[in-house]
Nanobody, 116 residues
Framework: VQLQASGGGLVQAGGSLTLACATS????????IGWFRQAPGKEREGVSCISLSDGSATYADSVKGRFTISSVKTKRTVYLQMNSLKPEDTAVYFCVAPCTGHEQLWGQGTQVTVSS
Protein backbone atom coordinates (compact mmCIF):
# COMPACT_ATOMS: atom_id res chain seq x y z
CA VAL A 1 0.00 0.00 0.00
CA GLN A 2 1.53 3.25 -1.06
CA LEU A 3 0.76 6.94 -1.53
CA GLN A 4 3.18 9.17 -3.41
CA ALA A 5 2.67 12.92 -3.54
CA SER A 6 4.23 15.16 -6.16
CA GLY A 7 3.79 18.51 -7.83
CA GLY A 8 4.99 20.92 -5.19
CA GLY A 9 7.22 23.85 -5.99
CA LEU A 10 7.81 27.56 -5.73
CA VAL A 11 5.15 29.90 -7.06
CA GLN A 12 4.33 33.57 -6.73
CA ALA A 13 1.26 34.72 -4.84
CA GLY A 14 -1.77 34.48 -7.08
CA GLY A 15 -0.32 31.58 -9.00
CA SER A 16 -1.41 27.96 -9.31
CA LEU A 17 -0.06 24.50 -8.66
CA THR A 18 -1.50 21.03 -9.03
CA LEU A 19 -0.50 18.33 -6.59
CA ALA A 20 -0.88 14.65 -7.45
CA CYS A 21 -1.19 11.66 -5.13
CA ALA A 22 -0.47 8.38 -6.90
CA THR A 23 -1.77 5.33 -5.09
CA SER A 24 -1.25 1.60 -5.17
CA UNK A 25 -2.06 -1.49 -3.18
CA UNK A 26 -5.70 -0.96 -2.23
CA UNK A 27 -9.14 -0.77 -3.78
CA UNK A 28 -9.09 2.76 -5.18
CA UNK A 29 -12.81 3.43 -5.11
CA UNK A 30 -13.39 2.12 -1.61
CA UNK A 31 -11.68 4.78 0.48
CA UNK A 32 -11.44 8.46 1.17
CA ILE A 33 -8.22 10.29 0.37
CA GLY A 34 -7.28 13.66 1.73
CA TRP A 35 -4.67 16.36 1.61
CA PHE A 36 -3.18 17.74 4.80
CA ARG A 37 -0.54 20.41 5.19
CA GLN A 38 1.90 21.47 7.84
CA ALA A 39 3.74 24.74 7.98
CA PRO A 40 6.74 25.35 10.25
CA GLY A 41 5.62 26.10 13.76
CA LYS A 42 1.97 25.42 12.98
CA GLU A 43 -0.36 22.52 13.62
CA ARG A 44 -1.16 20.06 10.88
CA GLU A 45 -4.25 21.17 8.96
CA GLY A 46 -6.71 19.13 6.96
CA VAL A 47 -7.10 20.82 3.57
CA SER A 48 -9.47 18.66 1.56
CA CYS A 49 -10.92 15.17 1.38
CA ILE A 50 -12.61 13.22 -1.39
CA SER A 51 -14.72 10.10 -1.21
CA LEU A 52 -13.62 7.93 -4.09
CA SER A 53 -16.87 5.97 -3.97
CA ASP A 54 -19.14 8.91 -4.75
CA GLY A 55 -16.83 11.82 -5.52
CA SER A 56 -18.07 14.00 -2.68
CA ALA A 57 -15.51 16.44 -1.37
CA THR A 58 -14.91 18.68 1.61
CA TYR A 59 -12.62 21.65 2.04
CA ALA A 60 -11.13 23.67 4.86
CA ASP A 61 -12.61 27.14 5.06
CA SER A 62 -9.17 28.58 4.37
CA VAL A 63 -9.08 27.04 0.87
CA LYS A 64 -12.74 26.99 -0.20
CA GLY A 65 -13.21 28.52 -3.62
CA ARG A 66 -9.48 28.31 -4.40
CA PHE A 67 -8.61 24.61 -4.20
CA THR A 68 -10.30 21.71 -5.98
CA ILE A 69 -9.79 18.03 -5.22
CA SER A 70 -10.44 15.44 -7.91
CA SER A 71 -9.57 11.91 -8.86
CA VAL A 72 -8.89 9.85 -11.97
CA LYS A 73 -9.68 6.21 -11.33
CA THR A 74 -7.79 4.87 -14.34
CA LYS A 75 -4.63 6.55 -13.03
CA ARG A 76 -5.35 5.75 -9.38
CA THR A 77 -4.45 9.34 -8.67
CA VAL A 78 -5.99 12.11 -6.60
CA TYR A 79 -5.24 15.72 -7.54
CA LEU A 80 -5.36 18.98 -5.66
CA GLN A 81 -5.68 21.97 -7.96
CA MET A 82 -4.58 25.06 -6.06
CA ASN A 83 -5.41 28.47 -7.49
CA SER A 84 -4.99 31.99 -6.17
CA LEU A 85 -2.22 30.81 -3.90
CA LYS A 86 -1.29 32.92 -0.90
CA PRO A 87 1.92 33.03 1.13
CA GLU A 88 -0.01 31.44 4.00
CA ASP A 89 -0.53 28.35 1.83
CA THR A 90 3.18 27.66 2.16
CA ALA A 91 3.57 24.24 3.79
CA VAL A 92 4.50 20.63 3.25
CA TYR A 93 1.47 18.92 1.73
CA PHE A 94 0.71 15.26 2.43
CA CYS A 95 -1.85 12.89 0.97
CA VAL A 96 -3.50 10.52 3.40
CA ALA A 97 -5.84 7.52 3.20
CA PRO A 98 -8.38 7.41 4.69
CA CYS A 99 -9.04 11.03 5.62
CA THR A 100 -9.90 10.14 9.21
CA GLY A 101 -9.42 7.23 11.58
CA HIS A 102 -6.73 5.57 13.59
CA GLU A 103 -5.09 3.62 10.80
CA GLN A 104 -4.15 6.20 8.24
CA LEU A 105 -1.52 5.78 5.58
CA TRP A 106 0.54 8.89 4.96
CA GLY A 107 2.53 9.53 1.83
CA GLN A 108 5.73 11.52 1.80
CA GLY A 109 5.17 15.25 1.67
CA THR A 110 5.69 17.70 -1.13
CA GLN A 111 6.81 21.25 -0.41
CA VAL A 112 4.70 24.16 -1.62
CA THR A 113 6.24 27.60 -1.26
CA VAL A 114 4.31 30.74 -2.19
CA SER A 115 6.31 33.93 -2.41
CA SER A 116 4.77 37.34 -1.83
Amino acid sequence: VQLQASGGGLVQAGGSLTLACATSGFAFDAVTIGWFRQAPGKEREGVSCISLSDGSATYADSVKGRFTISSVKTKRTVYLQMNSLKPEDTAVYFCVAPCTGHEQLWGQGTQVTVSS
